[in-house]
């Protein structure tokens, strides 16, 4: 009989507060390296530009205007972030307290999002110190699938230096593995368009048919034809993407090929696993494990992750199952979102999962795939319980119903206590770029916004997809970054908080949430109430003390738990 899996993830992820970084709209640090149009697209685009970052979002840059849509030009826009970029901001995540980065794609592809990968095997020429000579070196290179063709070029040894700064500073980085699809100018699919069937690439990709003038139908991912899927046996890709995939792991763990890995990325989140076969997972975990024991596996996957946590494939996944009641549950609608329904939604997670990927699970409130966490809170009217509605509720070309502007208090307000519940609760919590300082926006593209930075001055928003917006001025929420900070360093602070086991606590109010994290000796209780009236709690015995304000409390006192707040009290007994 087979013997059961044994789970174990990473021992440092359970200490990690996530921040997850697209990197195309978070700093442009060199304009040397900017894209140029023929890096995107072989259409002509009369003036075209990169965007000013400081442009209000809906506005045209004066290249989109004879286009007269906002639809047939934002993807075509770029605003010339890069990894230059990242690194000269790893002492602001420092600061904030962020201790992992989880990077959007950053390989060679021409598209913003960079899930159309042109290759795997080399960082992309725009997001590193040297676009122009990059671009010359890789034109002169005779490359193929085998890594003894492949060069080194001045973004990948960037990559490798912004490695070894973040990991000096005590930051882990992972980045984004595609590994079901690429795009249309990856180097085995223009072989295989160029040379048909004498391609020896003939048999990377889901061919449906053969035509007799030598061109092919194929799949693409989910009908987009722009994004080709790899072929696949029973259980795992073919053998040749296999291999191909194994070799550009191999390349980001260990750069340099001496068997030490600690100059290589800290893992991987997959893109929608749930597309790629679990074969193929199981024996790339055991090659990348191989490589890094200490690597960590985190997965797309938007519903229940049973299938992917059994010890043999991923150590974790984002984590959206958590994310649906939390959101639910902190926004100010009309109709609360019943605490018990966020413990029953919780629980059943807590009880499919295995106990120790609890710990290491990315508890996100928003990402590069559904609308800014600020702006959810603002529409959200009733329970959203699925990825699908999630998803298509804030998609502003098919529902012009979603407020895309400014949101009001009540969103503020509820996102703190989602912030400071995030940081408290079994997990490890993850922030999208910009939640930090108060970006707001609708679901995909506009939640890809320029970041907000003290040195940009950035244009009052005046327009909507639609027209004409409430003017409203645009700069980081300093406050709300200083908030931020102080929920991770609260976090940091206690050891309950990132690794002790949780109990829920009865409080006999529906718009109450309460929990015990306990640790050896350390017990802190946590209440959050999201109802309009205080909410008297019931305090253990023993020395206590408000973590939030550093106040001392009294023996047998009740403490107050204020409208739309929170307490977080450790117990000390003696």
């Known amino acids: 009989m087979k013997s059961k899996p044994v789970f174990h993830a990473p021992d440092w992820a359970r200490d990690a507060v996530w921040y997850q970084i697209f990197p195309e709209r978070f700093r442009n640090g060199s304009r040397r390296n900017d894209p140029k149009l023929a890096d995107i697209t072989e259409r002509a685009v009369p003036g075209w530009r990169i965007v000013p970052w400081g442009l209000d979002w809906y506005a045209p840059d004066r290249w989109e205007q004879p286009f007269g849509d906002f639809w047939k030009t934002v993807f075509f826009r770029r605003y010339g972030g890069d990894l230059i970029g990242v690194q000269k901001k790893l002492g602001y995540l420092q600061d904030l307290g962020v201790n992992a980065i989880y990077l959007n794609p950053v390989f060679m592809a021409p598209s913003l999002h960079k899930y159309d990968a042109s290759c795997l095997h080399h960082i992309d020429p725009t997001f590193g110190p040297d676009r122009a000579g990059d671009m010359k070196k890789l034109a002169r290179a005779r490359e193929t699938e085998d890594p003894a063709s492949w060069v080194w070029t001045a973004a990948d040894r960037h990559f490798c230096e912004l490695l070894a700064d973040a990991h000096a500073r005590g930051i882990r980085v992972i980045i984004d593995g595609v590994f079901n699809h690429v795009g249309c100018r990856f180097f085995a699919f223009k072989d295989l368009l160029k040379n048909g069937r004498r391609s020896p ?244 593209p506009c939640d890809r916004q320029p970041m907000l930075w003290d040195d940009i001055l950035y244009d009052d928003e005046r327009h909507t997809v639609n027209g004409l917006a409430r003017r409203s001025p645009r700069a980081p929420d300093r406050e709300l970054f200083a908030f931020v900070k102080r929920a991770i360093a609260l976090r940091h602070a206690y050891p309950a908080l990132r690794r002790g086991a949780l109990r829920w606590l009865t409080t006999g109010n529906e718009r109450v949430l309460a929990f015990e994290r306990r640790l050896g000796e350390e017990r802190i209780y946590a209440w959050f109430n999201t109802g309009d009236a205080a909410y008297s709690a019931k305090l253990p015995r023993g020395a206590l003390r408000d973590l939030w304000t550093g106040s001392e409390i009294s023996p047998r006192a009740k403490a107050e738990v204020p409208a739309r707040g929170w307490r977080i009290v450790l117990a000390t007994f003696v």
């Open 201 to 444: 690439y003939a048999k990377w990709f889901k061919i449906k048919r053969w035509n007799d003038d030598g061109t092919f139908e194929y799949d693409g991912w989910f009908g987009h034809k722009m994004l080709p899927e790899f072929a696949q046996t029973k259980d795992s890709l073919v053998p040749p993407v296999r291999n191909y995939i194994f070799d550009i792991t191999s390349r980001w763990m260990d750069p340099d090929g001496d068997g030490d890995p600690s100059d290589g990325i800290d893992g991987w989140r997959l893109d929608v696993a749930f597309c790629v076969p679990l074969g193929f997972w199981r024996a790339w975990r055991r090659h990348v494990k191989r490589i890094n024991p200490d690597a960590y596996l985190t997965a797309e996957i938007v519903g229940r992750a049973d299938d992917y946590l059994r010890g043999d494939t991923f150590d974790a996944v984002m984590n959206y199952m958590w994310m649906y009641p939390t959101v639910n549950f902190f926004a100010p609608h009309a109709e609360p979102y019943p605490a018990r329904t966020v413990r029953r939604r919780l629980d059943a997670l807590r009880r499919a999962y295995p106990a120790e990927a609890l710990p290491v699970l990315q508890n996100l409130l928003d990402s590069h795939d559904v609308a800014r966490v600020a702006s959810m809170l603002e529409n959200i009217r009733q329970p959203i319980e699925t990825f699908a509605e999630y998803f298509e509720c804030s998609r502003i070309k098919h529902r012009p119903e979603f407020k895309t502007t400014r949101p009001g208090l009540d969103a503020w307000r509820a996102l703190r206590q989602a912030i400071v519940f995030q940081m408290c609760f079994e997990g490890a919590p993850m922030l999208y770029y910009g939640t930090e300082v108060g970006m707001w926006g609708a679901n995909d």
